[in-house]
């Protein structure tokens, strides 16, 4: 984009777990090393509750999947490059109307949009994720229904929910959804529950069903005495008016000035944790509700992209149908930008 280009309308999604891996080794330091002052209150903050400083993970010599991924230091390692990303956004050339997220990112979103002070929303995503860590309870797996052209192969989804439904009725068996994709659903269980559906579906696209390294069984009720501590934990005061629109993962839209912080938090530490994440209905309402011009997909990492173009094929958004016909669309003018990607952040930082 050059800076004769016309200001755009976006909307702004926040990744999740998983995100930050060998690839991303160096994140912070590569785009954000101006930001020392925040990255040292964000270090003081880890300091305090005895963990690994942010600027420490992110510049180690090299990346370590035990250390990198654990939901303690990876919650809060994702949050600091997207939010530092958040505000590296030209708004001289991008107005942006919302603010949604994928999972942990709903905790990033708050407080891009302000609902979460600097300091609160690093407090409550390193709490969350070092309360997942410390219990560990269960795990998670992903599987499509979708094709590799991304068109729904029919049935499908019906036929994963009645399996899931199956196992989880089995004596000593939890398995449920966890988060819809778009075009893939996670799954979360005990072992016993994933077990029994990597060993009853069949392999599809050479990879799936794939066990996701380090997750535990988030949004399920497995999750509850994680919901319960965080509660605990986690104030009212932390929580304030955003200051703009947000899009949860039922696809309530919570709006400036007219908020319920109460029932914000309540969500935010009850049903959120506890049932399932629709990314898919996210981001089809702030398409619909709010018509962006682009999606902006913070960083880091660059597998939420698909995702989101997953979901819009879903939604039905300007017509497109499959994977091909979206890259079309992509090509001709960007629908979806990923900062992790480098062509596409220098379109979004300028």
């Known amino acids: 984009m050059n800076r004769t280009a016309p200001r755009q309308n976006a909307i702004v999604v926040a990744p999740g777990r998983g995100t930050y891996n060998r690839e991303e080794l160096g994140y912070l330091a590569r785009h954000h090393g101006h930001r020392a002052d925040m990255l040292a209150r964000f ?11 942010v600027s420490e993970l992110d510049g180690a010599a090299r990346f370590s999947g035990l250390t990198h991924t654990r939901g303690d230091n990876a919650s809060a390692l994702i949050h600091a490059c997207a939010y530092a990303d958040f505000l590296a ?11 949604t997220g994928n999972s942990m990112g709903w905790y990033i979103a708050l407080a891009c949009a302000g609902a979460l002070d600097l300091m609160g929303g690093l407090e409550v995503v390193n709490t969350m994720g070092t309360l997942m860590h410390d219990h560990m309870i269960g795990g ?52 016993a529950g994933l077990a029994a559906f990597e060993a009853g579906m069949p392999v599809v ?17 497995l999750q509850a005495p994680v919901a319960a501590e965080g509660r605990a934990r986690l104030g009212a005061g932390l ?34 944790v506890i049932q399932p994440y629709d990314f898919a209905t996210a981001i089809r309402v702030t ?15 660059t597998t939420l992209g698909g995702a989101v173009a997953q979901s819009l094929l879903a939604a039905n958004w300007r017509g497109l149908a499959g994977k091909a016909a979206f890259k079309a669309a992509q090509d001709a003018a960007a629908l979806v930008l990923s ?6 952040r220098t379109m979004v930082t300028g």
Request: net charge neutral; glycine share 12%; proline share 7%.
């Open 43 to 53: 270090d003081c903050y880890r300091m305090t509750q005895g963990q690994a400083m």
């Open 239 to 272: 929580f304030g008016q955003p200051g703009m629109p947000l899009v949860d993962g039922r696809g309530a839209i919570w709006r400036p000035r007219s908020t319920d912080t109460g029932a914000l938090r309540d969500y935010t530490l009850g049903h959120q």
């Open 140 to 191: 998670q797996l992903i599987y499509p229904f979708v094709d590799e052209d991304w068109r729904l192969i029919p049935g499908e989804r019906a036929r994963i929910e009645a399996q899931l439904a199956a196992i989880d009725a089995r004596p000593g068996h939890m398995l449920a959804l966890s988060i819809d994709l778009g075009g893939m659903l996670v799954i979360a269980g005990n072992e």
């Open 205 to 221: 696209q050479k990879r799936f069903p794939m066990r996701l390294p380090g997750h535990a069984g988030f949004h399920t009720r």
């Open 287 to 301: 398409a619909r509700e709010f018509m962006p011009d682009v999606f902006i997909v913070l960083g880091p990492g």
């Open 89 to 99: 956004i030209d708004r001289n050339r991008f107005d942006i109307l919302g603010v």
């Open 339 to 344: 900062m992790g990607m480098a062509d596409q």
